[in-house]
């Protein structure tokens, strides 16, 4: 019998979106899932708008909890209602997958992975680069010794979304709304590879740059209000595994196309992984003088894993939702089994960690660089 889960949706925006299209495409795609999933209600502010295979809008996340047959819930909102919607998901007992990052800040992640944690929740943040299959190979060779001791990296995340300088305020682009600009939009998927990849950080510095200065204050206005996040910021890390390098994310750096990308030094090679080729990382042997992109076969188990929850290229709805799809899915197999099944799943203590990262980045940047221990 297969487990049945019913999801309650929180915000329905652009990667609510994304999710939904992942849960709808999910038993098309994967035939024999343990579980099925039925979506329940979506709570929003404007609930005229709700595709039919929903149950229904509500408008307060109260409403939603009155549905005694949820089991599960994805919280899809601005960074500043993570907090009290995820408290009010948890204390009902429910599992939880909540965007990122999970708080405005590392003491709002810290209470709700600690709430999470005492009420024994499934949980999980979409932190979803861990399930890329390109950077799931760079780990694994890593791990294997492929490129010898990690020397230095790059990290690079680099939007061009806000070079429009008529594009308006959103809640994004208000410290007290997000907790920050690229810094923690972007940063927060960098800084939780880097440590997922090469381990964590023992001291960083940082710096940030706001461009545009002001915005209008909405679509069209003649009023402007002032920027209080960044579009750019630079990070240099130092790893407690002696290996340095840097973590670069921007909202207005113009690109054909969004990329973000990591390159990886070793004392024998150099590892590239791109969002343009999402399933493979490339590998240089500089000993052989050989260059290897394709499958690679000493995988982890979770690497093993991730190739049965990963879309086949014949399926694929986009690098964005397949990520998605794959993460998604380790939230409901490890509702089913009612425990975290693999120890790489990106939990609220995961991106706890990763957030703190943040923190100290933007205390860093706000200490005119100054060097930080963590
Ligand atoms: N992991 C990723 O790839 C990724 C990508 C983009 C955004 N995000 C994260 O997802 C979250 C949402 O971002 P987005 O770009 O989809 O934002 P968005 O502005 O497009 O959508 C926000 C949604 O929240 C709803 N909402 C707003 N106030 C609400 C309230 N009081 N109660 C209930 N619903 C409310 C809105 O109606 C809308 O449906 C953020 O935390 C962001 O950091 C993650």
Known sequence: ??????????????????????????????????????????????????????????????????????????????????????????????????????????????????????????????????????????????????????????????????????????WKMRFNTSGGGAVIDLGIHLIDSIRFMLGEVKSLKAESKTYFKSRPKSNGSDVYEDVDVDDWTMAYLVMQNGAWGTMETSRISANLEEETRFLIYGTKGSIVVSTKQPR????????????????????????????????????????????????????FLNITEGKIIFKETPTFEEAYKSQTIIDKILQSVNDNSKEIEI
């Open 1 to 170: 019998m297969k487990k049945k889960i019913k999801l309650g949706f929180v915000g329905l925006g652009f990667i609510g979106t994304l999710h939904a299209t992942a849960c709808f495409a999910m038993p098309l795609i994967f035939k024999s899932l343990p579980y099925e999933v039925r979506l329940g209600k979506v709570c929003k502010n404007n609930i005229q708008d709700i595709p039919h295979f929903f149950e229904g809008g509500v408008k307060t996340v109260e409403e939603l909890l009155q549905d005694n047959d949820l089991n599960a819930v994805d919280i899809c909102t601005p960074n500043y209602l993570h907090y009290g919607q995820a408290i009010k998901v948890i204390e009902k007992g429910l599992n939880l997958y909540l965007e990122k990052p999970i708080g405005l800040n590392g003491n709002e992640a810290y209470e709700i992975m600690k709430a999470a944690n005492d009420r024994g929740i499934i949980n999980q943040a979409a932190l979803m680069y861990r399930f890329m299959p390109a950077v799931n190979q760079a780990r694994d060779m890593i791990n294997n010794g492929e490129i010898g001791e990690i020397l230095n990296f790059k990290a690079m995340m680099l939007h061009s979304g806000y070079l429009d300088p008529k594009r308006p305020m959103s």
């Open 280 to 331: 493979y990382a490339s590998l240089y042997k500089k000993q052989e003088n050989q260059f290897v992109m394709g499958k690679y076969n000493k995988k982890s188990e979770f690497s093993k894993y991730l190739d049965t929850i990963y879309p086949e290229e014949k399926y694929s709805l986009g690098w964005m939702v397949d990520m998605h799809m794959a993460s998604l899915t380790n939230y």
